[in-house]
């Protein structure tokens, strides 16, 4: 692949995601059962249909001992299948009028099939049976192999090729980013059919590929189809991210290579190390990238090409990865004029400054990049790549509108924070193809001692960049009288999220104040001393930012979200609304009268009816017996005063502060020993333990409903327990549409549309839930099978294959849910408050990795007893 190329498409994808208003449906989303996601967009503008396949199969997952299998492997799934003889695969979409393609990259392989809407079938069934069905025949195998080793060669020829060989190389060395993705003549020579074979069993999981259709459609037809098709793949082992490289330490000079050959012009590439997918920095690199040389009326195109006619080309680009990236920038010239240029160049660069650019030619690039996001999007084909990159590679649901937004913000102070952390002397790297009768005019020390010259590698200034960089981890710190702060730097989205975690919310409330907790959590976001509701609003609003708080159990938490550009102002509002909240009667009374409709509105929906009844039956005292938005009698009575009250008892109660993303830690560090010295010594906390109510079965009634909704509750530890990773390992195997209660009380008895177990878990204690939404007539039999279940698990070791993907769920679901931000810094302030580890649940997911079939059936037998379970149930 010709690197341009990679920088092209890279750009692209970067590109898409501004692209948000766009006239086909939402994406339609949905995992089967083995874990391969499924996304669906129903676009009727034309009568086609683009399918993709993305797998996490790409050169960057490769040892070295597999370069180039990714790559060969592509060519080969084109050859004969057990369905279909060599040639045949592409015949086949040829002749229903469309056309295949694959393409292999650092980080994925991606399957393309684009056909008339009528064969969308055709074009999942070729894609499958191409890749699931490849024979691997040792004769094709020779024969493609030689194709490949003619490729690798034919790239070494081409100059561009070569060139990005050579930054590869040295950007990452010894790293899978660093050879070429083809691989090398050696690796490719010696792959065999059980080579590929046991490749895709490796890295062909259902867990790690996307399923993306789009055109004229059904989701739902699509989804079956899928499951028709790739339901049979299983997960054999657990996939976890790839870990991001470092940027490379500080050098005492750049790194200057050159190559000597049988060309007629100088190439030279310049590059510097960047984060990433989803970095803080990504659109001002972007932006940066297209000011210095975008187009022609770029900065460097304009100086070095039309004004003093160094170059024959001049380009610049940001190329993110999954686990680095690198900004570009590439010249073409005759080796005469290169001393003149590589003066020019680095005195520009060493000159560089946010201020630099005008405000008119910042707008104007901003203005291209945006006008660039919707071309692709005209076609099915493109919208099917930009809908499926942003699902493949992690990003949030509103990553596309972050996306643009960054865009939008980019300013001159945005620029000079992007161009001081990116382009420095001390990592630039320079790979320069010359032709070999320049030998003794173009050299690698000559190079290196004028940028040493003109731009020199300030070790000050790098030492100084390096400390104000945000630390690789974490830090816990003790602010004193019950007071942490937690950092967990980010550098993703050029965002912060704030997540303060206090211990009390329920437990610290009288019985008879039941549902104040919430109330008080409700109110404290409606203004300041300073702001009204609606000022606040705005201010919010003006900063694309969020503020919550929410009460819970045993927890009182607040939080907020926000541009990173943005954070003086919103420490500044996250201590006002914690120190002077307004709690203003009119303020109040409106929250007072939405939780009344809440609570009216719980009472008439069957699971929100259940779970306001299940506390209090199974609980007889402490708070967790409460019902958590209180009674409408008691709610009625509520004032500012009670508000009030309520949250100065609660602020003066232990916290943990955690602070994620892309944040100024001295600023954040401040904030919060300016709460720590407000609040003053926390009052000391103890974790209330349950006793249990007596009565062991109790029920609701919603008249003139068609369902029985029926829960069967075994008691278990809390999350203080040793058996706390085997009771989450225990209800994966029991939950989802492939555990064993669905499979069994669903696909095996068809008892019930909706059947799962959910485990909920307070420090001491803890329950773990069976449920089934079922017609009345079958809710003694689903009481019987959910029996059953109990007995089958306590009889009858798990067999490997659902041990497995109840540990493959546990550790996919912990990963896909700590992507954000928020998450993260949710999960830290929680975990800290509650006395645990800040990395409990990792801790939890890595500990039931481990956990046998024989240890289930164990605690099977010790608390899934039918006779103790407590029955609850919403009858019609």
């Not at 790194?255 to 030279?268: D, F, H, P």
């Not at 690039?365 to 990159?389: C, F, I, N, P, R």
């Not at 019950?482 to 999220?497: E, F, I, K, N, R």
Request: proline share 5%; glycine share 8%.
């Amino acid at each position: 692949m010709r690197w341009r190329n990679v920088l092209c498409l890279a750009a692209l994808l970067v590109a898409l995601a501004a692209s948000s208003a766009f006239s086909a449906d939402a994406p339609k989303v949905v995992r089967l059962k083995n874990g391969l996601t499924v996304m669906t967009i129903e676009d009727d503008r034309f009568p086609l249909v683009a399918v993709r396949l993305f797998v996490h199969a790409g050169s960057g997952y490769e040892t070295p001992k597999q370069a180039g299998i990714s790559h060969l492997l592509e060519h080969m799934v084109f050859k004969s299948t057990a369905k279909r003889p060599a040639g045949q695969v592409a015949s086949e979409i040829e002749g229903a009028g469309g056309e295949l393609n694959a393409a292999t990259s650092f980080d994925s392989t991606t399957y393309r099939v684009d056909l008339p809407a009528e064969h969308w079938r055709l074009g999942l069934d070729v894609i499958k049976d191409m890749i699931f069905g490849a024979k691997f025949d040792p004769t094709e195998l020779d024969s493609e192999r030689q194709v490949v080793l003619s490729e690798l060669a034919r790239g070494k020829d081409d100059p561009d090729n070569r060139l990005f060989q050579l930054t590869q190389a040295m950007a990452w060395p010894e790293r899978a980013y660093g050879w070429p993705i083809i691989g090398f003549p050696e690796t490719v020579s010696s792959f065999s059919g059980e080579d590929l074979r046991a490749y895709v069993a490796e890295r062909y999981q259902p867990q790690s590929m996307l399923l993306v259709v789009v055109g004229k459609v059904h989701a739902d037809e699509v989804e079956l189809e899928a499951g028709a098709l790739f339901g049979d793949l299983t997960n054999d082992r657990a996939i976890t991210p790839p870990p991001v490289y470092p940027l490379p330490a500080v050098a005492s000079q750049p790194s200057v290579q050159v190559e000597y050959g049988q060309w007629g012009k100088v190439r030279l590439q310049v590059s510097f190390p960047t984060p990433g997918l989803r970095s803080a920095d990504e659109a001002s690199l972007e932006v940066l990238a297209k000011l210095l040389a975008g187009d022609e009326t770029s900065r460097l195109y304009r100086t070095f090409k039309y004004e003093k006619q160094l170059v024959d080309d001049v380009s610049c680009a940001s190329m993110t990865l999954e686990r680095g990236g690198l900004f570009f920038i590439d010249a073409t010239l005759d080796a005469k004029n290169l001393a003149a240029f590589w003066q020019g160049l680095l005195g520009e660069l060493a000159r560089l400054k946010g201020a630099s650019f005008s405000d008119k030619e910042i707008e104007r690039v901003k203005l291209g990049v945006e006008d660039g996001l919707y071309g692709a999007k005209e076609t099915l084909s493109g919208l099917a790549m930009k809908a499926g990159y942003f699902r493949f590679y992690g990003y949030e649901p509103d990553g596309e509108a972050n996306y643009l937004r960054a865009v939008h913000l980019v300013d001159q102070k945005a620029l000079e924070a992007v161009i001081a952390s990116t382009l420095r002397p001390e990592r630039m790297v320079a790979a320069v193809l010359a032709p070999k009768a320049d030998e003794a005019v173009v050299t690698t020390a000559g190079l290196t001692e004028v940028a040493a010259k003109i731009w020199p590698a300030s070790k000050t200034a790098a030492k100084a960049a390096d400390a104000a960089a945000p630390a690789a981890a974490s830090q816990v710190i003790d602010l004193g009288g019950g007071h942490t702060l937690v950092l967990l730097p980010d550098a993703t989205l050029p965002y912060v999220s704030l997540s303060m975690t206090y211990n009390g919310g329920d437990a610290l409330l009288a019985q008879n104040h039941q549902g104040l907790a919430e109330l008080a959590a409700n109110c404290l976001t409606t203004g300041t001393a300073k702001l009204s509701a609606n000022a606040l609003e705005d201010f919010l609003a003006d900063r694309a930012a969020s503020l919550s708080a929410a009460s819970g159990r045993d927890s009182f938490s607040v939080g907020s979200r926000f541009p990173s550009r943005f954070q003086g102002d919103m420490y500044g509002l996250f201590a006002d609304i914690l120190s002077a909240p307004a709690f203003l009667p009119t303020e109040v009374k409106r929250e007072v009268n939405d939780q009344l409709a809440s609570i009216k509105s719980k009472q008439d929906e069957p699971m929100g009816l259940a779970f306001r009844r299940i506390f209090p039956f199974l609980f007889a005292d402490t708070a967790y017996a409460y019902t958590r938005l209180g009674d409408a009698a008691t709610v009625k009575g509520f004032g500012p005063k009670d508000v009030a009250g309520f949250w100065n008892t609660q602020r003066a109660m232990p916290w943990v502060l955690a602070v994620s993303g892309d944040f100024d830690a001295a600023a954040v560090r401040r904030m919060a020993e300016s709460l720590n010295k407000a609040a003053g010594p926390a009052k000391p906390f103890t974790f209330a333990t349950p006793k249990w109510g007596g009565k062991r079965q109790d029920s609701a009634t919603l008249p003139e409903r068609k369902q029985t909704h029926l829960f069967m509750i075994f008691p278990v530890p809390g999350i203080d327990s040793p058996e706390a990773p085997a009771l989450s390992l225990l209800n994966d195997v029991l939950a989802g549409q492939s555990g064993l209660l669905f499979t069994r009380l669903r696909d095996g008895e068809s008892l019930g549309y909706s059947v799962t177990s959910f485990l909920w878990q307070a420090h001491h204690a803890g329950f773990l839930a069976f449920y089934i939404g079922t017609s009345p007539e079958k809710a003694d039999a689903a009481l019987e099978g959910f029996k059953q279940v109990a007995v089958q698990l306590k009889q009858t070791p798990l067999p490997d294959e659902l041990m497995l993907r109840a540990k493959n769920v546990m550790a996919g679901d912990y990963y896909r849910e700590r992507q954000s931000l928020r998450a993260r810094s949710s999960e830290a302030s929680q975990s800290l408050a509650a006395g645990l580890p800040i990395d409990h649940e990792r801790q939890v997911v890595e500990a039931a990795q481990s956990i046998t079939p024989q240890t289930l059936q164990e605690l099977a037998g010790k608390y899934l007893q039918p006779e103790n379970a407590y029955i609850f149930s919403v009858k019609p």
